[in-house]
């Protein structure tokens, strides 16, 4: 079947409180433009994932083009979730407008709204892994450690007023308190027992604000790229902070750094957790890659694998 002749619908799946909420003044712009491209939108709201999970139970994929997510990184999360469990195919858009936009960034998709919109009315797509966590998948990065705890104490509107900013500052009331954490992390390669501050499970290449924190990912190679910053001198965190702005960390000797297609990590102690930015899964986690399962839309003229 030709699915552009064929298949004249569009799922709109929105967080309408995505990052300041400015998407909800966009709303009307973005069904105007689907419909002039001859589209039918089908608009779902955000509430919790379950209505999306519900409705992508419920569609014959036959009827529709693509699926538009747009919001944040936890919004498109809740949509792939939702789509992999119930066996959906279709090609995903993103419209990112949340407080953490890095699977958009991957993605050098711009940021005014119309030229996201002709990517995502466009024909263009590419290839692109999805990590699996406990049953559960992540489109970006899993995290663990301490400094989740300061993460998710972060007041929600002071994260919408100043982004990234916010759990920075907030982290910097918390270093005292900041103890490392033994863990044991087992690939089929190798098994290491580490103390460490806090650690990422990679598909992305940014997280949180770092550009170049996992400076090496890609997101269609299968693997799943590993950082754990391990325990150190207070005044050795400086100057990696600054290496990781600059994506020089994986070389740093405070940081373990490696690329598996699975991971199990396991801790004796109560360890907070996160998966694309919402409150993850307790220990023990198992990792593994499920290569390629999502067909993403990029822009024609931008985007290329390097």
């Not at 790229?225 to 960390?249: Q, S, Y």
Request: hydrophobic fraction near 40%; charged fraction near 20%; aromatic fraction near 10%.
């Amino acid at each position: 079947m030709n699915r552009e002749k064929d298949a004249n619908k569009i799922l709109l799946y929105y967080n309408a409180y995505s990052g300041s909420g400015v998407f909800k003044n966009n709303l009307d712009h973005i069904v105007e433009k689907c419909q002039a491209a001859g589209y039918q939108v089908i608009p779902v709201r955000a509430a919790k994932g379950f209505v999306i999970n519900d409705v992508l139970a419920q569609i014959d994929q036959s009827e529709f083009s693509r699926i538009i997510a747009a919001g944040g990184d936890g919004t498109i999360n809740l949509c792939v979730n939702a789509m992999i469990e119930n066996d959906i195919h279709l090609p995903l858009a993103i419209l990112p407008a949340g407080t953490a936009n890095d699977f958009a960034y991957y993605f050098e998709l711009p940021q005014d709204i119309d030229y996201q919109l002709d990517v995502a009315l466009g024909a263009k797509t590419t290839k692109v892994d999805v990590g699996e966590v406990n049953n559960k998948h992540f489109i970006n990065v899993a995290a663990l450690g301490a400094l989740i705890d300061v993460s998710q104490k972060t007041d929600p509107n002071l994260k919408n007023a100043i982004g990234v900013m916010a759990y920075y500052l907030k982290a910097l009331t918390e270093l005292p308190q900041v103890h490392p954490i033994p863990i044991k992390l087992t690939t089929p390669n190798e098994v290491y027992f580490e103390e460490i501050y806090f650690m990422v499970v990679m598909n992305g290449e940014s997280a949180g604000g770092f550009r170049k924190l996992s400076p090496q990912s890609s997101m269609n190679d299968g693997k799943l790229d590993v950082i754990a910053f391990r325990k150190m001198p207070i005044v050795e965190l400086g100057p990696l902070l600054f290496e990781v702005v600059n994506g020089r960390h994986p070389q740093n000797k405070n940081v373990l750094y490696f690329q598996t297609e699975e991971l199990m990590i396991e801790s004796t102690e109560d360890i907070s957790t996160d998966i694309d930015g919402e409150h993850g899964e307790p220990l023990p986690l198992h990792f593994s890659v499920l290569q390629e399962r999502l067909d993403v839309f990029v822009s024609e003229y931008t985007w290329h694998y390097d």
